[in-house]
């Protein structure tokens, strides 16, 4: 009776480990889909806002980013919005300290995993 519950509990241990290993390999659209589908709704607010407007929002103006549906957390917003230059745009999900991040860029107009993209302005400083 013994040898089966620590069969059945091993057995339960090495599924779990395997199943998180499957977990981690899933594509970026099936394993953060709630976070494309919420990003989705607020990439198309900024493109209204963008047409209504001429430009884009500025990074730190929260109140506007607020009213384009970004969530507000703490000290930050969420999804991190960051203008590169007055065509582009990139949307982040911050998650720790070290990336790479789940992003997506105006550019390249698809949700990836990758380092956030510098702004133009800080090139030229």
């Known amino acids: 009776m013994e040898r089966r519950i620590v069969k059945v509990i091993g057995l339960i241990f090495l599924l779990t480990i395997i199943l998180y290993f499957i977990w981690l390999t899933l594509p970026v659209s099936i394993n953060r889909y709630t976070d494309i589908k919420f990003g989705d709704s607020v990439i198309e607010k900024i493109e209204d806002y963008r047409k209504t407007n001429g430009r884009l929002p500025e990074t730190g103006d929260w109140q506007t980013l607020k009213t384009l549906g970004f969530r507000y957390k703490v000290d930050f917003l969420v999804p991190e919005y960051q203008k590169l230059n007055d065509d582009n745009y990139e949307l982040r999900y911050i998650e720790g300290f070290d990336g790479p991040y ?3 860029n105006s550019k390249d107009k698809i949700w ?4 956030p993209t510098f702004p133009d302005s800080w090139y030229k400083k």
Do not use: A
Request: hydrophobic content about 55%.
């Open 102 to 104: 789940l992003l997506w």
């Open 112 to 115: 990836k995993e990758d380092m």
